[in-house]
């Protein structure tokens, strides 16, 4: 992957940032992801923010080589606090972590969002505690996606600030406009979860020390829900 060729994700990550944006990429590794979108002339300016030192590093290599530095600010700095007032960033992309880590970067990073921005989010795992910060804190899903690519399957939820909403613990578990949806990849991911669950809860039985009741029941709800689902 690089700025030329981007992984499916990040494609479709891409297609879920407004044109014209003004773009935080925070986690950015490479900068890829900006870097792409500036080339194509589909947002204005972008800042890539990295917590870490090496991919911070790479980051700006990245930039320079395309000659973006005008363009796109690379910032060493913990989650949002790469993001400033006057960067005036009308999209957030957060990808490529779980999703407990992706919200307690926009939890610790509250602060940081005017709450105009668009959040474009690409979770690897965790999602059911990422759409309920989004839930509790204002932001109702436009879009969800599910798609698989060397066979892991991803999840892109793309939300806005929006009047409250209020979703269902199963349409928070399973995504509220995935549900409705029903793609093929979803399907396939669910019925994989189920095999998984069900393995689970008989590893539980056979166990030497005894599971705590409320893991069991939660894994036996999760088992039920999914089942109703693809029934």
């Not at 500036?38 to 980051?59: C, D, K, N, Q």
């Not at 880590?101 to 690409?122: C, F, N, W």
């Not at 892109?156 to 199963?170: C, D, L």
Request: hydrophobic fraction near 40%.
């Amino acid at each position: 992957m690089n700025p030329h060729t981007l992984s499916m994700r990040l494609e479709r990550v891409a297609a879920n940032v407004p044109a014209g944006a003004r773009l935080a990429d925070i986690g950015s590794d490479h900068a890829y992801l900006p870097v792409a979108l500036m080339r194509r002339e589909l947002i204005t300016a972008a800042v890539a923010g990295e917590v870490a030192t090496t991919p911070f590093h790479a980051a700006v290599r990245t930039v320079r080589e395309n000659g973006l530095e005008q363009h796109i600010t690379v910032r060493l700095a913990d989650g949002l606090a790469a993001i400033t007032p006057a960067d005036q960033i009308t999209a957030i992309s957060l990808c490529g972590m779980g999703g407990e880590t992706i919200r307690d970067i926009l939890e610790s990073g509250k602060a940081h969002l005017s709450g105009r921005e668009r959040l474009v989010l690409q979770p690897n795992g965790g999602e059911q505690p990422l759409r309920h910060w989004l839930m509790d804190n204002g932001y109702a899903i436009l879009t969800e996606e599910l798609l698989r690519e060397n066979r892991f399957y991803y999840e892109i939820i793309v939300a806005e600030r929006a009047p409250p909403v209020s979703y269902t613990a199963e349409q928070l578990y399973f995504g509220p406009l995935q549900m409705q949806a029903r793609s093929p990849e979803f399907l396939a991911k669910w019925q994989r979860m189920l095999r998984q669950k069900q393995k689970t809860l008989a590893s539980f039985e056979q166990a030497r020390q005894a599971v705590p009741q409320e893991k069991v029941q939660e894994v036996a709800r999760q088992v039920r829900w999914i089942s109703s689902l693809l029934a």
